[in-house]
T-cell receptor
Framework: NAGVTQTPKFQVLKTGQSMTLQCAQD?????MSWYRQDPGMGLRLIHY???????DQGEVPNGYNVSRSTTEDFPLRLLSAAPSQTSVYFC?????????????FGSGTQLSVL | DAKTTQPTSMDCAEGRAANLPCNHS???????VYWYRQIHSQGPQYIIH???NNETNEMASLIITEDRKSSTLILPHATLRDTAVYYC????????????FGKGTLLTVNP
């Protein structure tokens, strides 16, 4: 049982390049979300999904796309990377929306956009 | 969701209890208090949560005041591995999957 797996761990992009951050969970969790964390800041919600085929925007969605074709996977796409997207990205999952359910986080992807 | 206020940083001696305060004076009657922590460069980790009553698990205890306007996370015997940023989060029922993380409290456990 690997939990929440994020790949890659590190990535360097040039401005304007595109890439996909991968997130997979093997706990059959319905809910998944993406956060970004900038230096000295808390985590900010980018996008989230409440089930396969259903996604919604969080606090800072601009510049990012998501899709949820399977329960297990929730990739985050940067279509045209900008230096402002330099950050650490965390994926999280939760079994359901019940208040006693925990959020499980991946180990993060450190992204630098030059 | 109600806003929370935490001290920026705290120190604690190894083996002593660490008491981390959180103010949430605008909390609504049905909002839960969650605590997560983030050890350097890792993803956040769930610690504990509560609504009205005090809670205890294998990691920590959560004390919520009777008026629910503040709470305290207690690590009974802090170790060096407890050095981390601790986040106090208030959230409505059914919103645990989209929590709002503030800047938290950096707890440093000293030998």
């Amino acid at each position: 049982n690997a939990g929440v797996t994020q790949t890659p761990k590190f990535q360097v992009l040039k401005t304007g390049q595109s890439m996909t951050l991968q997130c997979a969970q093997d706990m059959n969790h319905e809910y998944m979300s993406w956060y970004r964390q900038d230096p000295g800041m808390g985590l900010r919600l980018i996008h989230y999904s409440v089930g396969a085929g259903i996604t919604d925007q969080g606090e800072v969605p601009n510049g990012y796309n998501v899709s949820r074709s399977t329960t297990e996977d929730f990739p985050l796409r940067l279509l045209s990377a900008a230096p402002s997207q330099t950050s650490v990205y965390f994926c999280a999952s939760s079994r359901n929306r019940a208040s006693n359910e925990k959020l499980f986080f991946g180990s993060g992807t450190q992204l630098s956009v030059l | 969701d109600a806003k929370t206020t935490q001290p920026t940083s705290m120190d604690c001696a190894e083996g002593r209890a660490a008491n981390l305060p959180c103010n949430h004076s605008t909390i609504s009657g049905n909002e839960y208090v969650y605590w997560y922590r983030q050890i350097h460069s890792q993803g956040p980790q769930y610690i504990i949560h509560g609504l009205k009553n005090n809670e205890t698990n294998e990691m920590a205890s959560l004390i919520i005041t009777e008026d629910r306007k503040s709470s305290t996370l207690i690590l009974p015997h802090a170790t060096l591995r407890d050095t981390a940023v601790y986040y106090c989060i208030v959230s409505r029922p059914g919103s645990n999957y989209k929590l709002t993380f503030g800047k938290g409290t950096l707890l440093t456990v000293n030998p």
